[in-house]
């Protein structure tokens, strides 16, 4: 644990009880000067790939860069792209585990880690309820990098909604049964110019 114990400052979670779901954030998870050395590691470190969706019947690129760790065979399938885990690395590794440290009964055995060039980069309004991630997922990311809004609306009721900035060094938790009634995205923020990385800690199950 002594990777992030050098904050002066209480880490506690800011629970949101939303309607069919939870969301935890916590601002200050990683120390930001801490923060900015992950960002450096996993930047120049990670094996960065470009994958390419179909649509329509045609070809585009993600609007991001990607990458997959975890265990060997815990393969993983969204948008039709297949990944294949690369293994763990010992910062991913150390990151995970103070993870689990806040959530007990977590055992996260895969990443996916995103890479935000700038604010023209962005994911679409998506839920992570791919059947590999089983009934109720649970899902921790971690920001680093450029601060990014993320918005989350419910499925069927336009009332219900939630509108996040993550800050590099923050955490979110997906809980419940929040992917089953919620779509979330990272929208395109033209004005931001610097890079955001975020790592998605997931369990797959058989």
Same mark, same amino acid.
């Given at each position: 644990?002594?990777?992030?114990?050098?904050?002066?400052?209480?880490?506690?979670?800011?629970?949101?009880?939303?309607?069919?779901?939870?969301?935890?954030?916590?601002?200050?998870?990683?120390?930001?000067?801490?923060?900015?050395?992950?960002?450096?590691?996993?930047?120049?470190?990670?094996?960065?790939?470009?994958?390419?969706?179909?649509?329509?019947?045609?070809?585009? !690129?993600?609007?991001?860069?990607?990458?997959?760790?975890?265990?060997?065979?815990?393969?993983?399938?969204?948008?039709?792209?297949?990944?294949?885990?690369?293994?763990?690395?010992?910062?991913?590794?150390?990151?995970?585990?103070?993870?689990?440290?806040?959530? !007990?009964?977590?055992?996260?055995? #895969?990443?996916?880690?995103?890479?935000?060039?700038?604010?023209?980069?962005?994911? #679409?309004?998506?839920?992570?309820?791919?059947?590999?991630?089983?009934?109720?997922?649970?899902?921790?990311?971690?920001?680093?990098?450029?601060?990014?809004?993320?918005?989350?609306?419910?499925?069927?009721?336009?009332?219900?909604?939630?509108?996040?900035?993550?800050?590099?060094?923050?955490?979110?938790?997906?809980?419940?049964?929040?992917?089953?009634?919620?779509?979330?995205?990272? !929208?395109?923020?033209?004005?931001?110019?610097?890079?955001?990385?975020?790592?998605?800690?997931?369990?797959?199950? #058989?």
């Amino acid at each position: 644990m002594d990777l992030f114990d050098q904050t002066p400052k209480k880490r506690e979670f800011k629970k949101f009880k939303l309607k069919d779901g939870e969301v935890w954030y916590m601002e200050n998870f990683i120390p930001l000067d801490k923060a900015n050395g992950y960002f450096k590691t996993f930047r120049d470190q990670i094996n960065w790939r470009q994958e390419e969706i179909k649509m329509y019947g045609k070809t585009h !690129p993600v609007p991001r860069k990607t990458a997959w760790y975890g265990y060997e065979g815990f393969t993983y399938t969204y948008s039709g792209i297949l990944c294949n885990p690369e293994p763990w690395t010992k910062e991913l590794l150390g990151v995970k585990r103070v993870i689990e440290s806040f959530l !007990p009964d977590s055992d996260f055995n #895969s990443v996916l880690l995103n890479l935000y060039r700038d604010g023209s980069d962005k994911v #679409s309004w998506h839920a992570d309820d791919e059947k590999g991630l089983g009934k109720n997922p649970l899902i921790a990311s971690v920001s680093l990098g450029a601060k990014r809004r993320f918005d989350l609306k419910h499925k069927t009721d336009s009332e219900e909604k939630l509108q996040l900035e993550l800050v590099p060094g923050s955490l979110v938790i997906m809980k419940g049964t929040l992917q089953h009634n919620w779509l979330h995205q990272i !929208p395109v923020q033209k004005r931001i110019l610097n890079p955001r990385i975020n790592l998605t800690f997931r369990t797959i199950v #058989s």
